[in-house]
Every structure is written in C-alpha cells, then in structure tokens.
Nanobody, 119 residues
Framework: VQLQASGGGLVQAGGSLRLSCAAS????????MGWYRQAPGKQRELVAT???????NYADSVKGRFTISRDNAANTVYLQMNSLNSEDTAVYYC??????????????WGKGTQVTVSS
C-alpha cells in the first residue's frame, strides 16, 4: 500500500492550498484518513482526520480555516487550507488506516509534502 500526497507549495499569507492524498495497492477498505504536519524543530501534530462515514476532527489551530474531505471510491483524502499563515508552514503527511483483507490491516503514512507560507 502506498500513499501519494500532492498539492504542497509556496503561498503568501492569507492564501489557499489544496492537498490531495491517494491510497493505492492491495486495498480491501480504507477506514480513517487524516493529515498531520511537522514544522522544523517541532513534533508531528494532528491537523485533521475523517472517518469513512465522514466524521471529521480538527486541531484547534486550523478550525474554521481548513476542511478535510474524502472520496471513498478513489481512496483519496483532501485538505482544503484557507487563510494560511506562517505558523502553517510545515511538511504535511497523510495517514490512512487500510485493511488489506477483511480481517487485517494497519496504518500507513505518505512521504509528506512541503507547505511554505510567506509573510
């Protein structure tokens, strides 16, 4: 199973970016998906998660600015990021709980995509 993230880049403060992450490989079903980020010198932190049925959870720092969504048919999770500021600068990692069979699975991480917000 592989997670391929895309959509990162350089944006000015106040701007927007949309991240995408697609899971591929031997997949029976993808359960929870999410985005995490790691800024230089800091620990990786949760940004947002979404269950298969669409229940969302956000870090307080991004509530009202970021929106997570998913396409179950495409095994893809998205992160729409608006009103970006310098504190959002980080490497963003996608995560997915993937069942490779009906009764077994594990969590997978994407390689990360850089988001840089210039002030």
């Amino acid at each position: 199973v592989q997670l391929q993230a895309s959509g990162g880049g350089l944006v000015q403060a106040g701007g927007s970016l949309r991240l995408s992450c697609a899971a591929s490989g031997t997949i029976f079903r993808v359960d929870a998906m999410g985005w995490y980020r790691q800024a230089p010198g800091k620990q990786r932190e949760l940004v947002a998660t979404i269950t298969r049925d669409g229940t969302m959870n956000y870090a307080d720092s991004v509530k009202g600015r970021f929106t997570i969504s998913r396409d179950n048919a495409a095994n893809t999770v998205y992160l729409q990021m608006n009103s970006l500021n310098s504190e959002d600068t980080a490497v963003y990692y996608c995560y997915a709980d993937v069942r490779t069979t009906r009764f077994s699975g594990m969590g997978y991480w994407g390689k990360g995509t850089q988001v840089t917000v210039s002030s």
